[in-house]
């Protein structure tokens, strides 16, 4: 008869479940983990060459805010993405939010600009016993003493890398104008995350379409507004001057702001141009595409979306022990692509600091599972502070 081959079936069985597996939360989150450490570590090399070039990393952080909005604009006007219901009141809400994230991620450039991408990122590595002060002195709310003492490893690997070698213990690093840059993003960012937490809430993505890239999209275009003042008062006019300063090759340094042709960046290239052009919708332009590399402002707004998917699959301590994993692709980007020296005093140093993360993650997934069977007050005083220190997106 015409009935199908047992082969045939198995075939079609197959291709089924490959299918199923693709659309699976597991190869969703796969997906953009892979694309979170690629457009991260993107962001990091390009941004440091661009400083390179272009020392105002005032003017080159609002840029690299505002040219999110080229990407998410489109994609509410075309309506490729649910447009989030946004008032008054919304605003006023993602203001400080707002505030914080522009003043994080000024620092951070700056911190990378004055210094190293590797250094900044050690210092960065201090994140969770940032997070657990400002949650101490924000709710009074403190973890077990067993997760606390996780903090040690990351506090010494820090202290460790940032110290002279010589006899004595000096870590003066630690206080130069790039580590005090790399700290306030820190202390920056952890705020903005104890402040955003009422945003992610399932009402707001379910009332004002405020989903994982959303949220992030509206918190890039508040972002923007607010260091657009600041950042041209700042520097505005030397960075006019400098763009003047390099006659014929203007033209050629502003294509660099959006893209940038590069044999050291072509790998990451490969990895990020075909997901933004897919998002995008503009897939006719693909060949051109592959041939150049985004800047750090396409990677920046990019790596912050993945992020935000990231944060929205995963709950907060996988996505600490992720944002640990990808501090340490970053490290090594920094070393590959920009040919940064490191000593062996910074490598152990960052190796026991990354680590230490990676041991105060597990700490914080203990104490969540032994607080379930607690009574009601010590579940709340744990919840409240598992709740409020999620890794978050907004650490580069």
Sequence with gaps: GGGSSPSSSRVAALLDKARAAAKSPTAELGVYLLLWYAFNAGFNVSNKLLLNKFPHPWVVSWFQ????????????????????????????????????????????????????????????????????????????????????????????????????????FDVSLLWSIPSLLALGSTVAFAIAKLLAKDLMSPEMKKERKLFAANNYAVLTCCSSAVLLLPSMLAEGPAALTSFNAMGPLRASFAKELLVCGGSKKEKIADLTASFVVCEMGLSVLMGFLSLLTVLSSGFYYAYNEMGFRVLDLLGPVSQAVANSAKRVVILFAAVLFLGEAVTSRKLIGSSVAIGGVTLYSLAKAVAAKQSKGKPPKKVVEVTIVESTEQAGTWQP
């Design 65 to 168: 805010l505002a040219t999110g909005l080229l990407f998410v604009l489109p994609m509410w006007a075309t309506k490729l993405r649910a447009r989030p219901v946004v008032d008054k009141a919304l605003l006023l809400r993602f203001l400080p939010v707002a505030l914080l994230h522009s003043s994080g991620h000024a620092s951070q450039v700056a911190a990378m600009g004055f210094g190293s991408v590797f250094f900044t990122h050690v210092i960065k590595a201090s994140e969770p016993l940032i997070g657990t002060l400002v949650v101490l002195f924000a709710t009074g709310k403190i973890a077990p003493w067993y997760v606390n003492i996780a903090l040690a490893p990351i506090v010494g690997g820090v202290a460790y890398a940032a110290a002279k070698p010589g006899l004595g």
